[in-house]
């Protein structure tokens, strides 16, 4: 099951504000890539969750954004209502974490590429000898499984697992990470046995999920907060296809994004503006990149293989 997002206007975020004010227990204000992002909620495991996840903001800094966590028994599970003017958000029952993290960064996003010229990226971001590696693609396709899998190599350091900030200097791409830790899967053990402490010290969700420290395992130097972009691979998982890796011309890479959504389903707001921004963005991204494309149809080894000889070529 997904999510549905409904837009709502100025007066809608007012009525709904005033509806739910009474459940918010907790204000959290947290620093997402310098956006004061706020959440208002009742549920302890949300405001816990987000508190090891972000860095936190200063009290008195003004909110960019508003996130609400919230119930109501009258509508369905996992209703988004988001107001684009406001930049306010309400997340209706909704209790798988993942989301809701994702819908904060999207909602950081939203602010940054409208305003600032910052770009969001539904990817891992790593960084491999000092030449940083951006790693997309859908879901079921191996993407958490080989980020992790790259960090087995004390040679691979990372910004991010799941979502990055982009900034274009001239020809440089810089990869920002925007949060204080990571969430893991509870089966990140059983493929690559090098993370099993971390898992045995996690307290996982019902989901099988949990905010971890990764410092516990590689250590705090090879987590950075930027990077310059250089490489980008896109996983495919296609049982068809008898090529298991080639590079990619930033054309038909940009198609495969674009028929794709960016490989972001947590985007909140979509029209012409903004697919306009976004397809200048990606095209940037890939004419600054160099581009493969891994089917990993094989074993994770086997993938693993494949990425790394891409990061030597």
């Known amino acids: 099951m997904t999510y549905s997002v409904q837009l709502i206007s100025q007066e809608e975020k007012e009525e709904l504000a005033e509806r739910y004010g009474k459940q918010v227990l907790f204000e ?9 992002i706020k959440l208002l909620t009742g549920q302890s495991s949300a405001k816990s969750r987000w508190e090891e996840n972000f860095y936190g903001a200063a009290y008195n800094i003004r909110s960019h954004g508003r996130m609400y966590v919230i119930k109501d028994p009258e509508l369905g599970e996992n209703q988004v209502r988001y107001d684009p003017q406001s930049k306010t958000c309400f997340l209706v029952n909704m209790d798988y974490y993942g989301w809701i993290k994702s819908l904060a960064l999207s909602l950081a996003g939203d602010i940054l590429e409208d305003e600032h010229s910052i770009y969001s990226v539904h990817g891992a971001c790593l960084d491999f000898s000092g030449k940083g590696l951006c790693i997309l693609g859908g879901s079921g396709v191996g993407k ?16 991010s697992d799941d979502w ?9 791409l810089l990869g920002y990470g925007s949060e204080k830790n990571f969430y893991i899967r509870a089966d990140l053990a059983d493929i690559w046995t090098e993370f099993s402490d971390l898992v045995k010290k996690a307290s996982f969700d019902q989901k099988g999920r949990a905010v ?16 310059t972009l250089e490489n980008l691979i896109i996983l495919t998982r ?47 991204l890939l004419s600054r990149t160099r581009i493969w494309q891994i089917n990993t149809v094989g074993s994770p080894d086997e993938s693993q293989r494949l990425i790394r000889e891409c990061l030597k070529d």
């Open 238 to 284: 296609n049982q068809e296809e008898k090529e298991m890796k080639r590079e990619l011309e930033p054309s038909e890479a940009l198609r495969a994004l674009e028929d794709n959504g960016y490989f972001n389903p947590h985007l909140l707001v979509e029209n012409d503006f903004k697919d306009n921004i976004r397809r200048r963005f990606f095209a940037a």
């Open 28 to 36: 959290i204000k947290s620093d997402i890539y310098g956006c004061c």
């Open 144 to 159: 958490t499984t080989h980020t992790y899998g790259l960090l087995r190599d004390p040679k691979v350091r990372v910004v």
């Open 164 to 172: 990055f900030f982009v900034r274009i200097f001239g020809q440089d």
């Open 212 to 227: 971890v420290d990764l410092r516990w395992v590689i250590g705090k130097g090879r987590i950075l907060p930027l990077t």
